[in-house]
């Protein structure tokens, strides 16, 4: 009874990380073909397992009853060696089971595996860096930072690629993961069924900032994907107010070396991601919700922030920069 009440907690626990669902972080709530698939193979797996444990359990339960000592028993039971009938049954059973799982398995792997291209398909090749996550579509000529953008009901070729160390892609809702490796390209692909945002997270430890590596993989309509793709390409649009003008000129000075914005800035190397979307985004830095507090929080302190992370302090900058700063970020917008 008492371990029974030490794993009631557990038991609700477990009930918590299901419902991980709404967020999306989770496997068991597949929203594309690819996770659906495998979602499949976990299912009929796990049934085939369910039986097995069902049927020994069972046949263990009776042997343990019918055949226990009784009060009174004296003679040793028949003792019986070898049967030809038994030894085919429990041969014949497990390759059955076996054939039933192979077969899906073998044909999924295959389907899974096939990173061809088809007349809709788009490529994306995905670089991950210490701690954030780099989207570069090369039929498009853009890059992207921490938000994936894809094009509903369309199969994305995903060419996985690091710079630094190991890392790994993986946005549940929609495919298993894989790893980035330095050096190595490797390649997979999946599919949104639906407009929507799904969540993505580094699964690979890679460092002191590993837990905070998140991204959002944005499933959007055709129409709006082009959209996005064409005006991702810049120029960007002329800042909205003479404050925007102001913090355009202090990340003129202190941020384009590193950031990109439509098209022109950034550095390959050493840089930070992208920022021609910026305004658009839900998150900073992967994590933290989109506000004003937060992103100065995250211009002047960004190592408290996000530990380990690359991107220089600003805390040098006085109010007046800041603040105009903050009110070009929220500008840079693409898809309005
Ligand atoms: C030395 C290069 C460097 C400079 C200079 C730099 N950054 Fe960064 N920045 C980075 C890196 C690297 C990251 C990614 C950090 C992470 O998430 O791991 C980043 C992340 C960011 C993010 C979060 C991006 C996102 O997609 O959510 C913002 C916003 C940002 N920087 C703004 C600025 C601004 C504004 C300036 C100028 C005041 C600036 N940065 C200067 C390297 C730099
Ligand atoms: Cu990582």
Avoid at 10 to 38: H, I, K, R
Avoid at 49 to 72: H, S, T, Y
Avoid at 106 to 111: K, L, P, Y
Avoid at 183 to 211: F, R
Wanted: hydrophobic share 45%.
């Amino acid at each position: 009874m008492k371990q029974l009440g030490r794993l009631l907690p557990l038991s609700a626990l477990l009930l918590l990380l299901a419902g991980c669902g709404e967020v999306n972080l989770s496997a068991l709530d597949p929203q594309g073909p690819v996770a659906e698939m495998q979602l499949s193979l976990i299912k009929l797996s796990l049934y085939i397992m369910i039986i097995v444990i069902v049927v020994v359990f069972v046949i263990f339960a009776i042997a343990l009853i019918r055949f226990r000592e009784k009060p009174g028993d004296t003679h040793i039971p028949k003792q019986v060696e070898g049967s030809k009938t038994l030894e085919i049954i429990w041969t014949t059973i497990p390759v059955i089971l076996l054939l039933i799982l192979a077969i899906p398995n073998v044909m999924d792997t295959f389907t899974l595996a096939n990173v061809e291209a088809d007349e809709n398909s788009i490529t994306v090749n995905v670089t991950a860096h210490q701690f954030w996550w780099e989207f570069e579509y090369p039929d498009h000529d853009i890059v992207a930072g921490q938000d994936m953008y894809i094009p509903t009901n369309t199969k994305i070729l995903v060419n996985l690629e690091a710079s630094d160390v190991m890392h790994s892609f993986w946005v549940p809702a929609l495919a298993g993961k894989q790893d980035n490796v330095p050096g190595i390209t490797n390649e997979m692909w999946l599919e949104a069924s639906h407009p929507g945002v799904y969540k993505g997270k580094c699964t690979e430890l890679c460092g002191e900032g590993h837990w905070l590596m998140d991204f959002r993989v944005i499933s959007v309509e055709r129409d709006v994907f082009d959209k996005w793709a064409t005006n991702m390409i810049g120029p960007e649009q002329e800042p909205a107010s003479q404050l925007a003008e102001t913090g355009r000129e202090v990340f003129q000075a202190s941020c384009i070396g590193c950031h990109a914005v439509g098209g022109v800035g950034g550095n390959p190397a050493s840089g930070g991601p992208d920022l021609t979307n910026f305004g658009e985004r839900e998150v900073i830095a992967g994590f933290l919700e989109f506000n004003e507090e937060n992103l100065e929080k995250w211009l002047r302190y960004p190592a408290e922030t996000k530990p380990g992370n690359k991107m220089p302090p600003f805390n040098h900058l006085n109010e007046d920069d800041m603040k105009a700063l903050i009110e070009y970020m929220k500008g840079l917008k693409v898809l309005d």
